[in-house]
């Protein structure tokens, strides 16, 4: 079971989130948040220790693992403004990379926008879900990370693209002190980083940067050389001699 006192405990920052709630298993951590929210609209933070029906990005679906996957989704209130709104995807991830660095002294990548990443194995990703409210939007971050999963605990179509902390460490990680690390490092990211900055520290942990991926452009499924991120939070990827901004999902080549 997930104990939300020693989460509690670690977060610095106590007023970022006002209402932390724990359910042993759901459906789905941001359809219970969006419930929640129209209900009492504050910065809410719900965990669960099984999640059955997580989504992903577009139509795919995040599995995890009842007791040893990470699963949450928290209120985060607009930061940028509607021109530069890619940025909140990519603050996420480069918190989450913080946070694990500072918890475990483990290295992570991002693949683009906000995949987690471990030598080209997922190891989490995040969805971001919003709606607007009266004359701003409203994030609903959903984040799913593989924790404490052994080989055999991943679904067999997925165990040679997927890997967990375990995994990669040897031993149990204790969920709780790692979350409260990521949503620390959030917390100081978005009082510390400008948006230049923000594109710094994205590059420097993507696993892609000028290497050649798989991206949609004009309908078909294409190869180009992942170059940068914009000022717009947008990624710039070179395509027959031209420079592409792009918002969607890539594929490695």
Excluded at 77 to 95: A, D, R, T, V, Y
Aim: positive net charge.
């Amino acid at each position: 079971m997930f104990k939300i006192g020693l989460l509690e405990s670690n977060l610095e920052y106590k007023k970022f989130f006002n209402n932390i709630v724990y359910y042993p298993r759901t459906k789905s951590t941001n359809s219970d948040l969006w419930a929640l929210y129209q209900k009492s609209p504050k910065k809410h933070l719900i965990i669960s220790d099984n999640q059955t029906a997580g989504r992903g990005r577009g139509l795919n679906r995040w599995g995890s693992t009842p007791n040893k996957s990470l699963t949450c989704s928290f209120v985060l209130s607009q930061i940028f403004p509607l021109e530069k709104f890619n940025f909140h995807s990519l603050i996420l991830p480069i918190s989450i990379v913080g946070g694990v660095k500072k918890h475990l002294s483990l290295s992570l990548q991002i693949k683009w926008p906000n995949d987690i990443m471990y030598k080209n194995h997922k190891v989490g990703g995040i969805l971001i879900e919003t709606k607007k409210y009266s004359k701003k939007y409203i994030l609903n971050i959903g984040i799913g990370m593989n924790v404490n999963e052994l080989a055999n605990d991943l679904c067999e179509n997925i165990n040679k693209k997927a890997i967990s902390l375990r995994m990669i460490l040897g031993g149990k990680i204790q969920r709780e002190l790692l979350l409260a690390s990521i949503l620390n490092e959030l917390c100081d990211a978005v009082h510390r980083y400008t948006p230049p900055q923000i594109i710094l520290e994205w590059q420097k942990h993507c696993n892609h940067i000028n290497h050649n991926v798989f991206f949609k452009y004009n309908k078909k499924n294409v190869a180009g050389l992942f170059k940068k991120i914009n000022n717009n939070g947008q990624a710039i990827i070179e395509f027959n001699h031209h420079l592409v901004p792009y918002d969607g999902a890539i594929k490695y080549l």
